[in-house]
């Protein structure tokens, strides 16, 4: 019998978000570690740990993106704020990120002032709908697909394309569907 899903909305999507994100940063600490990345990571060394292959897959998607001083990122889904903080500090990107959780946006908004980085990174709450102070020299999409659904990828993919610069770039990170 075929699932029946139902259409995303900024409101449901608020609601699925608030339901597996808004539990405890505390717990996505305990589980994520000190780099709070979530999704896949990328080991350069066999010998090296989960922080450094999170921090190894962060470098990855800002050379992707040939992010650079006086860029503008936009990161949508930007959970705690890590690929925020990787951009502005060590390649001089200005972001902005964007998620739907307020509890990830609280965290991301402390880490973001404790590097002294408030000038260059700025964390809303915001769902990718709403963006309207586009173009971006560059987006980032880091395991957004898989919460916006088969489905609705080609309106998504579209959407963000609206906000980018000609000649900009855009990745969207996803687990691949078959």
Same mark, same amino acid.
């Given at each position: *019998?075929?699932?029946?899903?139902? !259409? $995303?909305?900024?409101?449901?999507?608020?609601?699925?978000?608030? $339901?597996?994100?808004?539990?405890?940063?505390?717990?996505?600490?305990?589980?994520?570690?000190?780099?709070?990345?979530?999704?896949?990571?990328?080991?350069?060394?066999?010998?090296?740990?989960?922080?450094?292959? %999170?921090?190894?897959?962060?470098?990855?998607?800002?050379?992707?993106?040939?992010?650079?001083?006086?860029?503008?990122?936009?990161? /949508?889904?930007?959970?705690?704020?890590?690929?925020?903080?990787?951009?502005?500090? @060590?390649?001089?990107?200005?972001?902005?990120?964007?998620?739907?959780?307020? %509890? %990830?946006?609280?965290?991301?908004?402390?880490?973001?002032?404790?590097?002294?980085?408030?000038? @260059?990174?700025?964390? !809303?709450?915001?769902?990718? *709908?709403? /963006?309207?102070?586009?173009?971006?020299?560059?987006?980032?999409?880091?395991?957004?697909?898989?919460?916006?659904? *088969?489905?609705?990828?080609?309106?998504?993919?579209?959407?963000? $394309?609206?906000?980018?610069?000609?000649?900009? *770039?855009?990745?969207?990170?996803?687990?691949?569907?078959?």
């Amino acid at each position: *019998r075929p699932r029946r899903t139902r !259409r $995303h909305s900024p409101a449901r999507d608020a609601e699925a978000v608030a $339901h597996h994100y808004d539990v405890s940063n505390d717990f996505y600490a305990l589980v994520l570690g000190p780099t709070l990345v979530y999704s896949c990571a990328v080991w350069t060394d066999a010998g090296g740990g989960l922080d450094a292959a %999170q921090e190894a897959k962060l470098d990855l998607v800002c050379r992707k993106l040939a992010l650079r001083p006086g860029l503008r990122l936009l990161d /949508v889904g930007c959970g705690w704020g890590s690929l925020a903080l990787h951009a502005a500090q @060590r390649y001089g990107a200005d972001v902005v990120g964007i998620t739907l959780s307020a %509890q %990830q946006a609280e965290l991301a908004r402390r880490r973001v002032t404790a590097a002294g980085l408030d000038r @260059r990174i700025t964390i !809303r709450v915001q769902d990718y *709908r709403e /963006v309207d102070d586009g173009p971006f020299d560059a987006i980032s999409s880091i395991g957004m697909a898989e919460h916006v659904g *088969r489905a609705a990828l080609p309106g998504y993919i579209r959407a963000l $394309h609206t906000l980018l610069r000609p000649g900009g *770039r855009l990745l969207n990170h996803a687990i691949s569907w078959t």
